[in-house]
């Protein structure tokens, strides 16, 4: 059974064509990941689907008996309301048939016996619906799914006071405990730590309704779906199986391509060239049309150019001490603490990674370590000579500057020509270059992040889970260049794959005792 279709879908941005004629089905009980490089138009395509852009032309229709359930960043967290109150909002429809059955029994005083049996059978269908969907389990199915996504210490706070990922992690709790009949879900994993992605990876696995999910994280996209979309030159292409069998399928088509490609080439030339010899003369020009006849009717096979593929390299330059920093005695947090005192030193040429859980204060640590905010006690004593690169966590940018120009404004000794080359190197196309930073995807944000990091010399990176929003391309490529990078490392990731061969060191915030949480 269908429950979405898309036929003939074109969308475009100014002069940038994102979608052209595309088809789209949605199947119950598929489990379909939404795959394809930086900027090809995945969180666009979800936009359009869930009514929040209309496309140019197309038709999208939704099976009306399906419930369909999309984690909207928008959504108002208002302030006096606890998490928790938020995520038993999920639940709201069986809320209101409590307080009907309630409001019932409170009528069923001033009832004849008619009227009351009635009554009382209307409440009996009522309460078969709260214990079909375990009402009375509400709280413990919340816990749970709190402590899925590590959110248990969240619950008691003001929705309005979390920050950027807290947020998105209870929307996310929210969404899963109202179990729709299709998921929509943009990058879930984004600010998950690995035990928490695990959890999601099983609930996924096991989920018994369709769902569409967009990640870069391969290895949990391979374990989750069975349907692939690939969005890539402004088409959809459907592939059944998981991501690996996609990428073997994938190769094999290209292949398939290229050779019907050359062969297709060959008869065109041969039919081009007969007919440029043979149109002219009157013995020949007959036989010379119906080849033209037969030219024309050809459906020329296109090659699709190779998306563009980011080049990192990091400029070094050297660093005269042996030690880059040196913490002593260092409670970090705001105002209450978010860890034990803590001794750490960082030698020259060091590649350190920090692991552990959201939400426990490895990104204050890092600036603390920079500089940027003041411990709570205890100091840092930093190397005259460092000379650093600091990669923020989700960053947002909304400015409507053009890339070009937020670029150059950094680097003013660069020529425009310049410029737009290094911007190139980074994966970016022209159209990237020209439009204004705020209408980029995340990953194409990263980009040009990157890129003014690439531009500056070094001798210390410290990157804030650089690997977010980076598609397949973008994040080899990183992990290429930090491996060949000369100088100091401290990196926060997530994700094993990534940092294994970049290390020397790992440390675990969650090794260095208890703390408050944040």
Same mark, same amino acid.
């Given at each position: 059974?269908?429950? !979405?279709?898309?036929?003939?879908?074109?969308?475009?941005?100014?002069?940038?064509?994102?979608?052209?004629?595309?088809?789209?089905?949605?199947?119950?009980?598929?489990?379909?990941?939404?795959?394809?490089?930086?900027? &090809?138009?995945?969180?666009?395509?979800?936009?359009?689907?869930?009514?929040?852009?209309?496309?140019? &032309?197309?038709?999208?229709?939704?099976?009306?008996?399906?419930?369909?359930?999309?984690?909207?960043?928008?959504?108002?967290?208002?302030?006096?309301?606890?998490?928790?109150?938020?995520?038993?909002?999920?639940?709201? %429809?069986?809320?209101?048939?409590?307080?009907?059955?309630?409001?019932?029994?409170?009528?069923?005083?001033?009832?004849?016996?008619?009227?009351?049996?009635?009554?009382?059978?209307?409440?009996?269908?009522?309460?078969?619906?709260?214990?079909?969907?375990?009402?009375?389990?509400?709280?413990?199915?919340?816990?749970?799914?709190?402590?899925?996504?590590?959110?248990? &210490?969240?619950?008691?706070?003001?929705?309005?006071? !979390?920050?950027?990922?807290?947020?998105?992690?209870?929307?996310?709790?929210?969404?899963?405990?109202?179990?729709?009949?299709? !998921?929509?879900? @943009?990058?879930?994993?984004?600010?998950?730590?690995?035990?928490?992605?695990?959890?999601?990876?099983?609930?996924?696995?096991?989920?018994?309704?369709?769902?569409?999910?967009?990640?870069?994280?391969?290895?949990?996209?391979?374990?989750?779906?069975?349907?692939?979309?690939?969005?890539?030159?402004?088409?959809?292409?459907?592939?059944?199986?998981?991501?690996?069998?996609?990428?073997?399928?994938? &190769?094999?088509?290209?292949?398939?391509?290229?050779?019907?490609?050359?062969?297709?080439?060959?008869?065109?030339?041969?039919?081009?060239?007969?007919?440029?010899?043979?149109?002219?003369?009157?013995?020949?020009?007959?036989?010379?049309?119906?080849?033209?006849?037969?030219?024309?009717?050809?459906?020329?096979?296109?090659?699709?150019?190779?998306?563009?593929?980011?080049?990192?390299?990091?400029?070094?330059?050297?660093?005269?001490?042996?030690?880059?920093?040196?913490?002593?005695?260092?409670?970090?947090?705001?105002?209450?603490?978010?860890?034990?005192?803590?001794?750490?030193?960082?030698?020259?040429?060091?590649?350190?990674?920090?692991?552990?859980?959201?939400? !426990?204060?490895?990104?204050?640590?890092?600036?603390?370590?920079?500089?940027?905010?003041?411990?709570?006690?205890?100091?840092?004593?930093?190397?005259?000579?460092?000379?650093?690169?600091?990669?923020?966590?989700?960053?947002?940018?909304?400015?409507?500057?053009?890339?070009?120009?937020?670029?150059?404004?950094?680097?003013?000794?660069?020529?425009?020509?310049?410029?737009?080359?290094?911007?190139?190197?980074?994966?970016?196309?022209?159209?990237?270059?020209?439009?204004?930073?705020?209408?980029?995807?995340?990953?194409?944000?990263?980009?040009?992040?990157?890129?003014?990091?690439? %531009?500056?010399?070094?001798?210390?990176?410290?990157?804030?889970?650089?690997?977010?929003?980076?598609?397949?391309?973008?994040? %080899?490529?990183?992990?290429?260049?930090?491996?060949?990078?000369?100088?100091?490392?401290?990196?926060?990731?997530?994700?094993?794959?990534?940092?294994?061969?970049?290390?020397?060191?790992?440390? @675990?915030?969650?090794?260095?005792?208890?703390?408050?949480?944040?």
């Amino acid at each position: 059974m269908s429950i !979405l279709t898309i036929e003939n879908m074109s969308h475009s941005f100014g002069d940038r064509i994102l979608f052209s004629n595309v088809s789209f089905r949605l199947l119950k009980g598929d489990h379909i990941g939404l795959i394809g490089a930086n900027g &090809e138009g995945k969180s666009t395509f979800m936009k359009i689907i869930t009514d929040q852009i209309l496309p140019d &032309e197309g038709t999208i229709k939704w099976n009306n008996k399906f419930s369909i359930g999309y984690m909207d960043q928008l959504v108002d967290l208002k302030e006096g309301i606890t998490a928790l109150n938020f995520l038993k909002e999920a639940f709201i %429809n069986l809320f209101d048939i409590e307080n009907k059955i309630n409001s019932l029994y409170i009528d069923l005083g001033n009832m004849n016996e008619k009227e009351m049996n009635k009554t009382l059978n209307k409440i009996m269908i009522m309460q078969e619906i709260l214990d079909k969907n375990n009402f009375y389990s509400i709280n413990s199915q919340i816990q749970a799914t709190a402590a899925g996504l590590g959110i248990n &210490e969240l619950l008691d706070k003001d929705v309005s006071a !979390l920050s950027g990922g807290q947020r998105t992690k209870i929307l996310l709790a929210k969404l899963l405990l109202q179990k729709p009949d299709i !998921l929509l879900l @943009d990058e879930p994993t984004n600010h998950l730590d690995e035990e928490h992605i695990e959890w999601l990876k099983d609930y996924l696995l096991n989920y018994e309704n369709a769902f569409i999910l967009i990640s870069h994280d391969n290895s949990f996209l391979n374990n989750v779906i069975n349907v692939v979309y690939h969005l890539e030159h402004k088409t959809l292409t459907r592939y059944e199986g998981n991501y690996n069998y996609f990428i073997k399928l994938y &190769e094999i088509r290209k292949e398939q391509r290229l050779i019907e490609y050359k062969e297709q080439q060959n008869e065109i030339t041969k039919l081009e060239d007969y007919i440029r010899k043979n149109k002219a003369r009157a013995s020949t020009s007959k036989q010379a049309k119906s080849r033209e006849k037969k030219l024309d009717k050809i459906e020329r096979i296109e090659i699709k150019k190779e998306v563009i593929k980011p080049h990192f390299n990091f400029k070094s330059v050297a660093m005269q001490e042996s030690i880059v920093f040196e913490a002593s005695n260092l409670i970090i947090g705001y105002n209450k603490p978010l860890s034990r005192s803590l001794n750490l030193k960082m030698k020259r040429g060091q590649k350190i990674a920090i692991t552990g859980a959201n939400g !426990l204060g490895k990104t204050t640590l890092l600036k603390t370590l920079l500089g940027v905010l003041k411990p709570i006690s205890g100091k840092v004593i930093l190397s005259e000579h460092r000379k650093i690169g600091y990669f923020e966590q989700e960053v947002e940018e909304d400015t409507t500057t053009s890339v070009l120009y937020d670029v150059w404004s950094d680097f003013p000794d660069l020529t425009q020509t310049e410029v737009r080359k290094e911007l190139a190197r980074c994966g970016l196309t022209r159209q990237h270059i020209d439009s204004p930073i705020n209408i980029l995807s995340g990953g194409e944000q990263a980009k040009v992040r990157l890129c003014k990091l690439i %531009n500056e010399p070094t001798n210390v990176l410290v990157l804030d889970e650089p690997t977010n929003h980076l598609d397949i391309h973008a994040k %080899n490529e990183l992990k290429r260049a930090l491996k060949e990078y000369e100088g100091g490392i401290i990196l926060v990731c997530h994700e094993p794959e990534f940092y294994r061969d970049i290390a020397t060191d790992v440390w @675990d915030y969650e090794e260095w005792g208890d703390f408050s949480k944040q």
